[in-house]
């Protein structure tokens, strides 16, 4: 009886399972095109955790899709910064990018503070000058002798707190975007907007903030919902009301010109969702 339970508890796990190692025999075999397609339909696919990011970026990395390999791989790195197995793809995919777009086009639209943001760890230097300037203000109540400079070295490092909490709210608000898709930057949140200019796959664009456009997206169905993972199909639920598509304002050159590009043109190097906050 035990032997058939098991047996019959088997028998429906099987397709979840044969799903989610398919990819992985199919890449192992050499078939990465049909690999790709069997990522999509598992279920990191569904939850876009890192497992799904890393492997679609090793295996755009293996059909020389260089820019595909770097978006999936950076937003892998976001998610897990201390995964060490997606530094060497993606520093060799993003060396193939460079031949390819250009390393000043590379990240162009961000000013010099906001790259050095997003390199470093500003919620642990924020803690860390919030704490020595808490340290302080105890010295100042307890060391008699030292009170001057405990409350220079206290309104100092409360300053310095400061001015890192808004450096780093300013990056969570302004993440980079890296493009998925090559296309056309709108002048407005529709596709009915003149065109600013073009931006090509694999390139990073600072966002400076989102909307959702008055009108859908030409072909949307009614009852369409945007996805958050580009190339997804959206669901659809005859005769519910038309969702406005989202997009995101960014910055689309060097010379930090403006313009609205839709959210699933590509992927937020953030840890979260991919929306940025409003």
């Not at 770097?70 to 460079?98: F, I, N, Q, W």
Request: glycine share 8%; aromatic share 10%.
């Amino acid at each position: 009886m035990r032997f058939l339970l098991c047996a019959i508890l088997f028998t429906f796990a099987l397709p979840a399972s044969s799903v989610l190692a398919d990819y992985r025999d199919l890449y192992r075999d050499g078939k990465d095109v049909d690999a790709l397609a069997a990522l999509q339909e598992s279920p990191d696919a569904r939850s876009l955790n890192y497992s799904y990011y890393y492997n679609r970026g090793i295996i755009h990395h293996a059909l020389n899709q260089d820019a595909l390999a770097v978006a999936y791989l950076s937003k892998a790195a976001v998610l897990d910064p201390s995964a060490r197995e997606v530094e060497v793809p993606l520093h060799d995919a993003t060396a193939g990018l460079v031949k390819w777009l250009g390393a000043n086009r590379l990240d162009s639209t961000s000013f010099a503070w906001e790259t050095w943001g997003d390199r470093l760890p500003l919620d642990l230097i924020f803690a860390l000058t919030a704490l020595i300037s808490v340290l302080f203000w105890v010295g100042f109540f307890f060391l008699i002798t030292y009170r001057d400079a405990a409350l220079k070295g206290s309104v100092f490092f409360l300053f310095l707190a400061s001015a890192v909490g808004g450096w780093s709210l300013w990056c969570d608000r302004h993440p980079l975007m890296i493009l998925t898709q090559a296309r056309m930057v709108k002048s407005g949140p529709g596709e009915s907007f003149l065109d600013r200019g073009p931006v090509e796959l694999g390139m990073k664009l600072r966002v400076v903030g989102g909307m959702s456009a008055s009108i859908s997206e030409p072909g949307a169905e009614p009852g369409s919902k945007p996805s958050a993972e580009p190339g997804a199909t959206p669901s659809v639920s005859p005769g519910a009301p038309a969702s406005p598509v989202r997009w995101w304002r960014v910055r689309l050159n060097d010379h930090h010109d403006l313009g609205f590009i839709p959210e699933s043109s590509g992927l937020l190097l953030t840890d979260e969702s991919n929306t940025p906050e409003s």
